[in-house]
């Protein structure tokens, strides 16, 4: 079935194609595709003028002269096109508008589930019962966060049926709920008014931003939907989680699994969209980017702000403290070589072996990412207890040790490669060839900002890069944290 963007699409096409042509006359073959009855149909449509193709919902406005509104649903498989008159009609054919240029607008519909209905402009707000209580269109202008929130907290309804019910909302179907939900890491089965603010935020912000990148990408073809105008729906290549059952995680690694809800086939990642009894009011940050690309700039600015801060690499360093799980593991893997006489850990030799040897990093990573994990859910507890709105949990290799499964939203910084290199060398006095091989030792820039929610560009001066982060706190409802005063 055609969703929301699929179907503005036809309508964009529709104006390019037929607007301000006017039809001399109408052919019916499927009479109880429209109404009133097809004599009456026929005869109010003779000599009119198509003046311009609204969209409500998935519900096609043509707007005639004098008047008339034809409501158009296109249902599961219908289409219009534009075709030379006398053309052969095929069996699908269901209803051919004349238009006095020589051309038809012919309509097929092989399910024949598609309606037609003609009435006075005005009238389909109360007469389309699917127009009179449909929700707010997915835009910035008409979706506003205190609308979400006013929804929200008056249902305990699992989300994602909440976001399907169109009298909630307009225009959110099976793979845009699935895909807004993964993009906002909120489990599909989550209440409606468990979601604290700052997910309802995000969540909004992405059923805008997906819905118009969808209308861009002119609709999906995940189904047997295309469009009659040549343009073949380009965004089933950026879906993230729809259809991807028992693939990894675009984000986290984490297996994608299928269910089904409220009878719709459902896909979601367990590892970052966890279903939480009581999900509480902090926001996590993941801050993270490539090595030397200026993340401590970032994250004092946050600190300029009070925001509290979850050190990685200190977590890091207090889980292999003389006498703790951590250290003995090391030892254990590496030898005691990795030990200074005094028993504390040699970073320094750690340090050579993992950036040199890919299989030892990984190694590492499998001994620290657990204990690291376990230290920072326990910080992030407190800070949930605590109800602090807001929490940067700082990371270097947020994504190699698979961090990014545990935060709400992850902000990368980012400088051009040419850049990252000089500084590098700069900074820890290396080699251009040890520079590249610390660089190459983690996942590569670009695909960290490919799989970033907001990317901070650090190539500039700090006041750019402070802008940056004003810019996303606002947005993401911490305004209030930077009012000085
Ligand atoms: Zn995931």
Redesign the pocket.
Same mark, same amino acid.
């Given at each position: 079935m055609p969703e929301l963007p699929e179907v503005e699409t036809v309508r964009r096409g529709l104006t390019r194609l037929v607007q301000h042509a006017r039809i001399t006359s109408v052919d019916v073959y499927y009479e109880k595709m429209v109404s009133p009855e097809p004599e009456k149909f026929k005869q109010m449509l003779a000599g009119k003028t198509i003046e311009k193709i609204d969209r409500r919902g998935k519900y096609l406005l043509f707007r005639f002269n004098d008047n008339l509104t034809m409501v158009s649903h296109l249902r599961m498989e219908g289409k219009y096109d534009v075709q030379p008159a006398g053309n052969e009609i095929t069996k699908h054919t269901h209803v051919v508008f004349h238009l006095a240029d020589g051309r038809d607008l012919r309509y097929t519909d092989t399910r024949k589930f598609g309606r037609m209905h003609l009435m006075a402009t005005g009238e389909e707000t109360q007469k389309v019962s699917g127009i009179a209580k449909m929700g707010p269109e997915p835009t910035a202008e008409a979706l506003t966060f205190d609308y979400m929130k006013r929804i929200f907290s008056k249902s305990r309804k699992a989300i994602k049926p909440l976001l399907l019910d169109q009298s909630e909302i307009a225009g959110i179907g099976n793979i845009y709920a699935d895909e807004t939900l993964?993009l906002s890491r909120i489990h599909p089965l989550q209440p409606a008014n468990t979601i604290p603010d700052f997910q309802i935020r995000q969540l909004r912000a992405n059923i805008i931003d997906e819905i118009s990148r969808a209308i861009q990408g002119h609709g999906t073809t995940v189904h047997s939907f295309s469009t009659a105008f040549g343009e073949a729906g380009e965004f089933q290549n950026h879906l993230m989680v729809y259809g991807r059952k028992g693939e990894k +995680?675009?984000? +986290? =690694? =984490?297996e994608i699994k299928k269910i089904k809800v409220a009878q719709r086939g459902t896909h979601f $990642?367990p590892? $970052?969209?966890k279903l939480r009894e009581n999900p509480g009011v902090t926001m996590v940050l993941g801050l993270t980017g490539g090595i030397a690309t200026g993340k401590s700039t970032v994250s004092d600015i946050f600190k300029g702000y009070q925001v509290p801060i979850i050190d990685a690499d200190k977590v890091a360093r207090d889980v292999v403290k003389p006498g703790t799980k951590g250290l003995t593991a090391i030892k254990d893997t590496f030898g005691w070589q990795m030990l200074t006489p005094d028993g504390t850990l040699d970073r320094h030799a750690l340090g050579t072996l993992v950036f040199s040897q890919a299989e030892a990093l990984a190694k590492l990573n499998t001994i620290m990412g657990p204990l690291i994990k376990t230290a920072v859910v326990r910080k992030i507890q407190g800070f949930r207890r605590r109800k602090v709105p807001l929490v940067i949990y700082d990371a270097p290799t947020l994504f190699e040790a698979h961090g #990014? #499964?545990g935060v709400n939203e992850i902000m990368v910084v980012t400088i051009p490669e040419k850049m990252q290199l000089t500084r590098l060398m700069t900074r820890d006095n290396l080699s251009k060839e040890a520079a590249k091989d610390r660089i190459k030792s983690q996942l590569p820039l670009a695909e960290k900002v490919k799989r970033a929610d907001v990317v901070i560009d650090n190539s500039g001066s700090v006041d750019k890069t402070k802008a940056q982060v004003l810019e996303w706190l606002d947005g993401a409802g911490f305004g209030s944290l930077t009012n000085e005063n």
């Open positions: 993964w +995680c675009l984000r +986290c =690694g =984490g $990642c590892e $970052c969209q #990014a #499964a």
